[in-house]
């Protein structure tokens, strides 16, 4: 599976749009771009995830290039519960679906 | 989406002595669960993949006569930590794949805490 790279911090302030940026410039064919996160001490959650189209669900929507070679999460109104440490992940769904952890990135959402 | 649940959420056991970690998928059936390890302030390891009737596959490095993992069920997965000792102190967590849903995303337990004394 492609490698991704993401900034290791960003801060937001409540109310406003935080925009997570995610490069996968390895990226096949094949492979999606999943969202999870992470709040402190619990298991990650799921987000979102996309091929080629632009996608959009009741926690955030996901852009991709058009040349796939990266993506932004939009929290579009962040809240304070959304702290967590987001990972962007590309994954084909071979290997037995198996899934890379990065070290991701801390979004600390500011009152 | 998805419910995945793990038992215990912690536990805190003496060193030798050995410890299972359950992990359910509550409202669909796994074929398919993974089991990660995560150190403070580390991101998630893979250790495992978790098959339904057939023997786990386990990531390069990860000893697998020390961390047994059993699917006998198509909603049940365990990891049992043998002879435990302090540096297996970590944060465990499962995740299972719905092989009905049309992404390949899956779905996390809540981890379960484990310090060894």
């Known amino acids: 599976d492609a490698k991704t790279t993401q900034p290791t911090s960003m801060d937001c302030a409540e109310g406003r749009a935080a925009n997570l940026p995610c490069n996968h410039s390895t990226i096949s064919g094949n492979e999606y771009v999943y969202w999870y996160r992470q709040i402190h001490s619990q298991g990650p959650q799921y987000i979102i995830h996309?091929?080629?189209n632009n996608e959009t669900n009741e926690m955030a929507s996901l852009i991709i290039t058009e040349d796939r070679k990266s993506s932004t999460l939009i929290l579009p109104h962040a809240t304070l519960r959304d702290t967590a440490v987001y990972y962007c992940i590309v994954n084909s769904g071979g290997s037995n679906y198996k899934l890379t952890f990065g070290k991701g990135t801390l979004l600390t959402v500011n009152p | 989406g998805a419910v995945v649940s793990q038992h215990p959420s912690w536990v805190i056991c003496k060193s030798g002595t050995s410890v299972k970690i359950e992990c359910r998928s509550l409202?669909?059936?796994?074929?398919?669960m993974f089991w990660y390890r995560q150190f403070p302030k580390q991101s998630l390891m893979l250790m495992a993949t978790s098959n339904e009737g057939s023997k786990a596959t386990y990531e390069q490095g990860v000893e697998k006569d020390k961390f047994l993992i059993n699917h006998a069920s198509l909603t049940l997965s365990t990891l049992t930590v043998t002879s435990a000792h302090p540096e297996d102190s970590s944060f465990y967590i499962c995740?299972?794949?719905?092989?009905?849903?049309?992404?390949?995303?899956?779905?996390f337990g809540p981890g379960t805490r484990l310090t060894v004394t």
């Open positions: 409202d669909f059936q796994a074929t398919t």
């Open positions: 995740s299972a794949r719905d092989p009905l849903a049309v992404g390949y995303e899956q779905y």
């Open positions: 996309g091929l080629k």
